[in-house]
Structure formats: C-alpha cells, structure tokens
C-alpha cells in the first residue's frame, strides 16, 4: 500500500549533532539521519539553519575556506542522495553570490541541487546579528548560481517546489517571526507545507511561544509546517539551542520533538494533503494575488509504501480532548442557549413546549432550555415539558422523563398517544398489528401535533430536539419530530450529544438529577415506536438498524469537513478504529451512510432554524446546500472497486 495513494505526504524534521564549522562531521551525521528517514519511508526531511556549518560560526562565516567547504560538502549530500529517489532534502548552508554572503536552504534530491532559498529577514538584534554576515534576500541581484558546471536557481522572491503528491515552500526562522512571512505568499501560491529551518536558542517561555507560532501560522495557512532549529553541538558561548523540532497541520500540532538531547533528534508525521487542499477549495479568498508570483520548480518523487503510520486519527473528531473539555463543551452549550434565548427575545414568547422522552437528545434539549430560561429571567414554570407514551414506551425512559423534569422544575405534562393513533390508524384503514413504517410514523407525527397545537394554546414556542447525527441519516419522521419551531441540537451529532449531557451532569447538576442523567446516558438509542419485548425492555434500538452513531459521525466529519471521497473515509476509518470494527463492518456501515445521506436530503431542505455549533452543519441556508434528487451512484461505485 502506498501512502500517497490515499493522500498522504510523510515528512520529518531532524536536528542533527553537529561541531562548529566541522562540515566533514556536520554532512556525516545528516547522512545517517537521512538513512533513517529512508528506512522510515519519509519523503521530505528538513534540516535546520546552516546545518552544514553550524549557525554559531560568527566571523568564520567570512573565511572563505569554510565557504567553499560548505558548498562541497553540499555536493557531497546531493551524491549521496542521488540513489534514494523517494526522498528530498533541505538543508542548510552559507552562499556566496559575488560580494555578498546569504544564509540559503538547498533543496537536494536524487535530481540535484534543486534550488536555492536565501533567507527573507535578517536579524539585527543583541542576541543575533546576522547582519554582520549575511544579506537578505530582498537584496538579490541573481536568479541562478554557477555550481559544479550547473546553473542552479536562487529565489530573491519565494520558491515552490512541486513534487507529484504535494508542492512545498520555505522560509528560514526569522522569517517566521514577522508580520508578514514569506509563508503568507508561499500558501497563497500553492505550498501545501511549509518547511522552516531555523537556529532559535532557547529563553524561558519562548518554546511555548514558538510553537505558537507555528501553530497559528500553519492554520492562516491552510498548511502542515515543519519546523526544525538547531541544537546539540552549536556553541554556548552565550546561547543555548535546544534542537526543537514541531510538525504542525491547519493549526493542530501533529508532532513534538525531545529538546536538549545529546543525540540525533528527528520527528516524523504523515501530512493529509488532501484535507489541507479541501479547506483551501471552500476558501473563496485563498486565491493568489496576480500581481505577485514565485518560482517553481518541479521535482521528481517517487511513492512511498505505508509502513509505520506516523500520524493518529482521531475516532471521535467531534469529541475534545479531556484538556479542552470543559472550555469547548460550556461554548457548545452556550451557543445553543444564546441561540434559543435570540429567538425568545425575539418573537416576545415566553412559553415553549418540549417532548420529553427520556431519551438523550430530548434530555440535552430541555437542559439548554431550562439553562436559556435561567438566562433570561424566566421561570422554568414556563417550559411545560410533555410525555407521550406510546406503543413502545418502556418504564424506564417513561419514569427518567417524568423525573428529570420534576428534578429541573419544569411543567410536567402526560398526554398519552396511544388511544389518539389507535382511532388515526382506524381511520385510514392501516391494520395496527402491521408494525411498518406507518405504524411508526403516526405516532411522530401525533406526538408532534400535541406540541404545536399545545404551543399555539398558550402561546408558545416548540423547541426541537434531533440532533445533526439524525439529520444526515433522516433518521427522522418527515413532519413529525423533524419539525419544530426552532431546533437547538441541530448541529450537535449524537457523540458530542451524550459528551455534552454527560458533562453538564457531571459538572452542574445536584445528585438526583445527575443520578437520573447517567441513567439516560446508559439507555440504549431508541425512538421506542415499536412495542417493548416480553421484558418490557426496548426492542427497538437503532444502532442496530443503521449502525454505529460513532462510525457515522466519523464519516460525516470526514465527508463535509475535508471533502474525502469513499475511497479515503474507508481506508481513514480503518486506521481510526483500529481493533474496534473489521473492515466488512466500516464498509457495510458506510455504504448505508451514503445510501441514507442522499435519500434523505429532501427533510434537510426545509429543515428549522436552529444554532451552528462547529465546523459541520446541515442548515440549507448556510453549510450545506444539496439537490434532494442528487444520485448516489458515482459514490457507491467507488466503494464496490
């Protein structure tokens, strides 16, 4: 298997041991790291600044014996990479071009010296002088350098290398740290990574800001950056270097390497060109100036076999991290309280009705509403929450419904469904021992009469429950509970559902409630339209129809946040529950996503209002915008080959 056949780029950043101004020892040890990153099948390594050298050199800089030496020394590493086709790299060295002296990054691979790139701005400061050495790019006056009886080009305003699997651009640490990087332009133009070389000593506190950096720089980007600093065997005469080493993707940090170590350090992650070239497509701005442009070069690589994967795929993308949890799970459960208090604000209403069905998504709904009402200065008197018993309502769901409301000091209401589908059934001749589809459906759509009937009584407003999980399936009775007045889980899928409700119980209830909480949290997923079994348990359970809520949430997120086509949410999927499900089952499971994804876009069209909450929506107004009539086939299709 091939790792960029799915999309992927592997890529490393590799801080050697190095001596001061020692090329000979300097090119011996970035040769052994480059054999490591063949056996590892990287593609792209990336050395730190003046790596042949040193950066600590000071005056030796202008010795022009350690000049000519470091070019040699160049030519050295590009022969001895000529019989490694799959592998490029950068490294770095001082270059003089006439009079003046430039801190560049070759680009080398089985081709060549591929190109120069001069460093962008000079540092002039106590801690660095470069300017005593080397000039800025900006002050380039040649576009190409005679070496070795080749003429090899030098960027004054920015270089794209193009391989086959991705196009990658560079910049040299100070670079990094300015208003305006060289990476800004290299993004617009089409770098998909960013590779920087750098020498950055280390302060307190300044690692973290660094790696700041490059984390938010690689999200203004819609880039991977990959950067590498100096470290072991630089001189300490008044700074240390660490070797720091950070590869970052859109703002996420894929990989951190060991500072201060005595040894040859070198982090490696495999980089999803694919997502990163999906962002930039829905980026109407990520279009390059005319006005500005950049050399390119093109490059020969060839693929590379998995291996080792150097990257983790997250199961649950819409779940945060247990570090982030309570800061991004109170500005989820804030933004649907924001939402819903809008809309009372708005039409002046300060009733609503609620069905409450002891069941999750109707649980997290009415505790944003009860948190909404708080807000406003409401009485909670005022959400009249209603239990429907039906056919198949079980007394476990029937009695949490019942006690969870009591517990928050809602209105409690019991309007019994079944005697009202009974004489519905009767009435258009459907036999009631015919459990299908109709059955089911009479019964949403009763329950979803009373509440607005209800709603126009008392002069309310009903708040909808489903969820974004059951939205993209049509996991929802068209005009039945796919209706409401406004929808305040609608961009919630059913993962971060029981997160979210699991956290506010854990976090802000008192003990009855979060008893009965956790009880709705162990309850199996059901819409209970079909009678319990003999135990009076529930015999309806939908994962055991359309599948793993996980799965589906997985391929939701993959599908409308990166664009993935089948062939790479199966092969993802795979990597990402590892040991959890086959994959026959994330095929099966997969294949009915599309299948119902498409069929059902016809409830999403006239879906109600409600809150975004995060990168994936389904609103037709905004986010997602589908033809109810599209044919899946081209997509199954690419599943069956």
């Known amino acids: 298997m091939k790792i960029n056949e799915y999309g992927f780029v592997r890529v490393a950043a590799a801080s050697p041991k190095v001596k001061v101004a020692d090329c000979d020892y300097n090119v011996s040890e970035i040769k052994s790291m480059i054999d490591v990153a063949e056996k590892e099948n990287v593609q792209?390594?990336?050395?730190?600044?003046?790596?042949?050298?040193s950066y600590t050199c000071g005056d030796l800089f202008f010795q022009a014996a350690l000049q000519q030496k470091a070019v040699e020394a160049l030519l050295e590493l590009a022969g001895f990479i000529k019989k490694k086709p799959s592998l490029i790299a950068i490294v770095g060295l001082p270059l003089l071009l006439k009079n003046s002296l430039y801190n560049v990054a070759a680009v080398i691979s089985h081709e060549g010296v591929l190109g120069f790139v001069p460093k962008t701005y000079i540092p002039n400061n106590n801690e660095f002088y470069e300017k005593r050495w080397f000039a800025g790019s900006r002050d380039l006056n040649d576009f190409f350098v005679e070496i070795n009886g080749e003429s090899i080009p030098v960027s004054s305003d920015g270089m794209i290398f193009h391989t086959p699997?991705?196009?990658?651009?560079?910049?040299?640490?100070?670079?990094?740290?300015?208003?305006?990087?060289?990476s800004s332009k290299l993004a617009m133009q089409g770098a998909d990574i960013i590779f920087n070389l750098s020498a950055s000593n280390e302060l307190v506190g300044k690692n973290a800001y660094r790696k700041s950096l490059v984390l938010q720089q690689s999200g203004r980007c819609n880039a991977a950056y990959v950067y590498a600093s100096a470290g072991c065997g630089e001189s300490s005469t008044d700074l240390v270097f660490s070797g720091a080493a950070t590869i970052a993707e859109n703002a996420t940090l894929l990989a951190e390497g060991k500072r201060f170590s005595l040894d040859n350090e070198m982090i490696i992650s495999d980089i999803d060109i694919v997502a990163l070239r999906g962002d930039r497509l829905k980026n109407s701005n990520f279009i390059p100036p005319q006005e500005e442009s950049v050399s390119e070069i093109e490059c020969a690589l060839e693929a590379v076999s998995t291996g080792k994967w150097h990257r983790k795929f997250n199961p649950y993308p819409f779940i945060p991290s247990p570090e982030k949890e309570d800061e991004y799970l109170s500005e989820v459960f804030n933004i649907q309280t924001a939402g819903l208090a809008k809309r009372l604000q708005h039409t002046g209403i300060k009733t609503v009705t609620m069905g409450i069905s002891g069941g999750l998504d109707s649980t997290l709904a009415l505790l944003v509403t009860t948190k909404t009402f708080d807000f406003l200065g409401l009485p909670r008197e005022n959400i009249i929450g209603?239990?429907?018993?039906?056919?198949?309502?079980?007394?476990?769901?029937?009695?949490?419904?019942?006690?969870?409301?009591?517990?928050?000091?809602?209105?409690?209401?019991?309007?019994?469904?079944?005697?009202?589908?009974?004489?519905?059934?009767?009435?258009?001749?459907?036999?009631?021992?015919?459990?299908?589809?109709?059955?089911?459906?009479?019964?949403?759509?009763?329950?979803?009469?009373?509440?607005?009937?209800?709603?126009?009584?008392?002069?309310?407003?009903?708040?909808?429950?489903?969820?974004?999980?059951?939205?993209?399936?049509?996991?929802?009775?068209?005009?039945?509970?796919?209706?409401?007045?406004?929808?305040?889980?609608?961009?919630?899928?059913?993962?971060?559902?029981?997160?979210?409700?699991?956290?506010?119980?854990?976090?802000?209830?008192?003990d009855q409630p979060r008893k009965i909480l956790h009880d709705i949290l162990d309850t199996p997923f059901s819409p209970e339209l079909l009678p319990a079994d003999k135990e009076g348990k529930i015999a309806q359970k939908t994962e055991h129809f359309i599948g793993p809520y996980e799965l589906h949430d997985f391929f939701l997120h993959r599908m409308l946040r990166y664009g993935d086509s089948p062939k790479r949410i199966y092969f993802i999927a795979q990597q990402a529950f590892v040991n959890q499900y086959s994959p026959e089952e994330i095929l099966k499971w997969l294949k009915v996503f599309y299948k119902r994804f498409f069929a059902q876009q016809f409830k999403r069209s006239c879906m109600p209002d409600g809150p975004k909450v995060g990168s994936v929506n389904l609103s037709p107004r905004g986010d997602w915008r589908m033809p109810s009539d599209a044919v899946v086939n081209v997509w199954l299709k690419e599943l069956e080959n």
């Not at 196009?167 to 060289?182: A, N, T, Y």
């Not at 209603?386 to 009695?399: D, H, L």
């Not at 949490?400 to 258009?428: F, R, W």
């Open 44 to 53: 792209i390594v990336c050395f730190p600044e003046l790596s042949i050298t």
């Open 165 to 182: 699997f991705a196009s990658f651009g560079i910049e040299i640490c100070e670079d990094l740290w300015m208003p305006v990087p060289p």
């Open 386 to 510: 209603i239990t429907m018993p039906g056919f198949g309502t079980t007394g476990r769901t029937y009695n949490n419904a019942v006690e969870l409301m009591k517990s928050v000091g809602v209105t409690v209401k019991e309007i019994p469904i079944v005697n009202a589908v009974t004489q519905h059934l009767k009435d258009i001749e459907h036999d009631i021992n015919l459990h299908d589809i109709t059955y089911e459906n009479a019964q949403a759509r009763e329950r979803t009469q009373i509440l607005m009937d209800y709603a126009n009584k008392i002069n309310g407003l009903v708040v909808g429950t489903g969820n974004l999980s059951e939205l993209a399936l049509g996991w929802a009775t068209y005009n039945g509970d796919h209706m409401s007045m406004y929808g305040v889980n609608a961009s919630v899928p059913k993962t971060l559902v029981k997160t979210l409700v699991r956290w506010i119980a854990d976090t802000q209830m008192g």
